[in-house]
């Protein structure tokens, strides 16, 4: 995410040499607030497969995050929740995605009563 100070901007000769992140195009694709388990899954592997600026990106989390997590986003190929803790596995997330769900489902069945 290059949108945010937090997430590295792509140095200007690195641009023309490679490819922009996608989460430079879309920082919104990175956070866990937005969609679900395939877009996180869509996320993860764009980040571990797709980008040329993984390493930048793992040194910039490293370095503003020595101490804690990043919350509520997917940094690096890893997913974070809204506490900072890292889904190290796809089981994890999976788990993670259904527990959101239900926690945002809860508020509109009640309202709805």
Same mark, same amino acid.
Do not use: F
């Given at each position: 995410m290059?949108?945010?100070a $937090?997430?590295?901007e792509?140095?200007?000769t690195?641009?023309r &040499?490679?490819?922009?992140?996608?989460c430079? #195009?879309?920082?919104e694709?990175? $956070?866990?607030?937005?969609?679900?388990l395939?877009?996180?899954?869509r996320?993860?592997?764009?980040c571990? #497969?797709? !980008?040329?600026?993984?390493?930048q !990106?793992? &040194?910039t989390?490293?370095?503003?995050?020595?101490?804690?997590h990043?919350?509520?986003?997917?940094?690096?190929?890893t997913?974070?929740? &809204? #506490?900072?803790e890292?889904l190290l #596995?796809q089981?994890?997330l999976?788990?993670?995605?259904h527990?959101?769900r239900r926690r945002?489902?809860?508020?509109?069945?009640?309202?709805?009563a």
């Amino acid at each position: 995410m290059g949108t945010n100070a $937090s997430h590295p901007e792509p140095h200007p000769t690195a641009q023309r &040499e490679t490819k922009r992140p996608a989460c430079v #195009t879309d920082p919104e694709g990175w $956070s866990l607030d937005r969609g679900g388990l395939p877009d996180w899954l869509r996320a993860i592997r764009t980040c571990v #497969t797709d !980008c040329p600026l993984i390493q930048q !990106c793992w &040194e910039t989390r490293n370095r503003l995050y020595a101490d804690a997590h990043p919350a509520g986003v997917i940094w690096a190929g890893t997913a974070y929740t &809204e #506490t900072g803790e890292p889904l190290l #596995t796809q089981q994890a997330l999976v788990g993670y995605a259904h527990r959101r769900r239900r926690r945002n489902a809860i508020p509109a069945t009640r309202a709805a009563a």
